[in-house]
């Protein structure tokens, strides 16, 4: 058996790969097989994660497998899912039993987390990435599109945005750590799913998706499927207090606005129902509204339509795609 | 736009991406959704195929696509499930426009000879590598798992074995190319799944995989998971003329046995089966049978265990997992 056939059986050894509600038959035969109760419809989403890419070649093992799972599991709660299952194709240069055992806790981890199980996957030798395939449950109908907002809707967000993109210096050991950047790191390696929202959407919302590009580039996707116009208010973005502190007023807002790597949900509401989804005790942030147009707008405290000031923002690697 | 998004947004627009039965919601939003019948279960296998590990780093664009997506639907036949759908994690390290539609047009052939449809991905920069996720429906209780064989049972397989594997002196340019060789290519680069005989074998197969190891390595995956000893005829194995032709009798064997990339079917049948599925019409070839005990044993025309003398095959690259 060689060292690659090894990992696989270590991968089928590991407690998120164990049997579960919905999943029939798991690692170990040609497919999974999972189970779909009837009235439900199967949401799937696939995410690819390239060392020097996306992540830093010497990222710890433990922080990388939490993070893969959390950013493809970001994408079912987007669509009001319940998280089902994942696939894990990983791609290793060579073979570090403690690199290994790592990453598999920080993938545990998540994986208990967000109530998802492994069921399948690939390992193969070659320059690190991976790809993540996750599967999820959602009602008939019900499922949260970018596509239904409507003039009128309030857009709202889950929480507090540009902590991701905050954290970027200090992941990259560009900026040496401080008080408050232990927070901004927390979001960017572990970020926590907005599941129950998403599954508290369903029915509410007309429109969602997770903040993964930066809050402008992913509301245009909104207003682009929905054929409407977003008017967004500089003043109501939310910010949390490690950001502002960490870089000022000015720059945390334009992280918000451009940053990416929020994995947190921009969604459009109709205003009748705030009420129901905050009683729900659901976070929400009304950062604008929705508008008969097209484009995205942003409007300072006068109400009056400015210009984005941030532009350099870059991801991480000059080349992310 | 990016010119990677621009790939996503042609990867959207690709016959093969469009709707169809079963796909609710396709490329462009967060999660795809698909449709399962009630009494059905979802049968999923992800592949991951890289450069030089996996296929030569200068294969057309076109044979890669075709194959690749043949090689995982192959995963699907195994089961008795019915194609649904796949993802494609494609990661390039550069944008070739000609490279790009070569690709996809092979795609696009093995996706309607195959009768799936691509409902999401992703497209990144990196080194050369492809991971599919591809998604079936089975009726409950009728998927083909390897853990069913039975003492009694005939051991089977669809096809002829070792053409894949004959195949690679010419794929790697070791071979100058002959009368037969062709016939070789065309099972590397396209094999086809059999995935109307996998549907036939439901209720009747009592174990199933498909070959992409090499016989003996496959077989012993069904003794260990059915618990069983598995006793192969060497004189009952089917060759091909082709791979007669290009390797001569005693080469040709050891490839059948092990050389792996045939993707067809082997199963274990019971006895009182086997009218019912040639008078179906499927391809089916008895080459031993099922006893109990453990382990994979190798015959010789006069009944006698053998030891297989294949030994120093390898499969494409030295370091393939």
Redesign the interface.
Known sequence: M????LIRHYFAAAACAQAADGV??GI?????????P?G???????????????FPVDAPGELLGQRALAVSVS??A??G?TPL?F???L?LPEVSPDWLADFTAGLERMARQCGVRL?????????L?L?L?V??R?P?GL?L???GARPGDLLCVGGTLGNGAGALPFVLGERAEQVHSAELLAHYWSPAPQLQLGQALRGLATA???ISDGLLADCEHIAQ?SGVALFIEEAQLPLSNALLACMGDEAARQLALGGGDDYVLAFTLPAEKLDALRAMGQPVWVIGRVEAGQGVHLLDADGRVIKPRYSGYQHFGS???
């Open positions: 060689g060292e690659f056939e029939v038959l170990g035969d040609d497919c999974a097989l999972l189970e779909m009837a439900e419809q199967l949401a799937v989403s696939t995410d690819t994660l390239v060392a020097g890419v996306h994408d079912l987007a669509m899912a299952a696939t894990l194709a791609t069921v399948g996957g690939d390992t193969t030798r070659g320059p990435s790809t395939t599967f999820g959602v008939v499922a599109t970018r596509a969602a998706l997770d499927a080349n992310r795609d």
